[in-house]
């Protein structure tokens, strides 16, 4: 017997949603795109910002956006491919970002990864450093992966501040302290579907206690599905759980959450008002 699986919390007339941060170029999407974002229009997740994590995502993120009217991009190289990275890519991704600002609002993904390590940490961090840089001389917000990588993340977030930009920290995974230092750098707290999972008791409690001001939701899809989807393919629909469960810890309504994070997104990553993105 299958398990029954609830529909997403509804949202009411005149709110929406922003899924901060989905990987919709992934093969997971590549047979049913337009269904994917169908659905989450009709659910009222009326904009998905697409992740670069090398150069050729970050290529099919930019063609996305120009597809879709309700997507936007972002470019960047992720720590797990810090070792193919070099100056040469680094000057392609500035001439993109040149050539696409209309659609580009972020730079990232980039950070450090010390529980994969498919690139040393050495080099991780060399290429964290510039990329910051780059991102500070193209003026965009800064999208940032830190996993088992706290410390070093915050340090260099700090060396190549001020972030003037702003930026995110993306699929949050600390705790209240973290999450303080992270705002004090002027970053905002992205939270993923993990929050619903009942053993993840620090995600939910900074989910429950930081400024809404400073709160984003966020699918990561396709990972990281929220209940009851854990374990299938998210899509940007499935932020709905998310943004239930988040209401539900701080006691608040569901639109009360869509309406602070949608805002969120659109000042820090400049996206544009729901009714232009349908």
Same mark, same amino acid.
């Given at each position: 017997?299958?398990?029954? /699986?609830?529909?997403p919390p509804q949202l009411g007339d ?36 697409t992740i670069g994590i090398d150069e ?9 956006a120009r597809r879709y009217p309700m ?24 001439? +993109? ?19 994969? +390590? ?13 990329? !910051? ?13 830190? /996993? ?15 972030? *003037? ?21 002027? !970053? ?10 009942? *053993? ?14 400073? +709160? ?7 990972? +990281? ?6 374990? *299938? ?16 810890? /701080? ?7 869509? /309406? ?19």
């Open positions: 017997m299958s398990k029954i /699986r609830l529909p005149n709110v929406s949603l922003i899924d901060s941060h989905c990987h919709l170029d992934m093969e997971a999407y590549g047979d049913d795109l337009d269904a994917v974002l169908e659905r989450a229009l009709k659910q009222g997740v009326t904009g998905v910002i050729p995502s970050s290529r099919r993120a930019i063609e996305l997507v936007r991009a972002t470019i960047g190289v992720h720590p797990h491919d810090a070792a193919s990275l070099n100056n040469q890519m680094l000057s392609r991704l500035k001439d +993109l970002a040149l050539a696409h600002r209309d659609v580009i609002v972020g730079y990232g993904e980039i950070g450090l990864d010390y529980v994969k +390590l498919y690139s040393e940490p050495k080099l991780q961090r060399r290429w964290f450093r510039a990329q !910051l840089e780059l991102a500070s001389e193209l003026e965009l917000p800064v999208i940032i992966h830190d /996993r088992e990588a706290h410390e070093d993340t915050l340090r260099l977030l700090r060396e190549g501040g001020p972030l *003037k930009q702003g930026g995110i920290m993306h699929c949050f995974s600390g705790n209240l302290d973290l999450a303080q230092q992270v705002m004090d750098l002027g !970053l905002l707290i992205s939270i993923p579907g993990v929050v619903t999972f009942k *053993k993840a008791p620090e995600t939910q409690e900074v989910a429950a206690q930081i400024p809404l001001d400073s +709160l984003l939701v966020e699918t990561d899809g396709p990972f +990281l599905a929220p209940m009851p989807w854990r374990g *299938k393919r998210n899509e940007p629909c499935y932020a709905l759980y998310t943004a239930g469960k988040i209401a539900e810890l /701080r006691g608040i309504s569901i639109d009360e959450v869509a /309406r602070h994070t949608t805002r969120n997104c659109q000042r820090v990553l400049n996206f544009p008002p729901a009714n232009n993105a349908s």
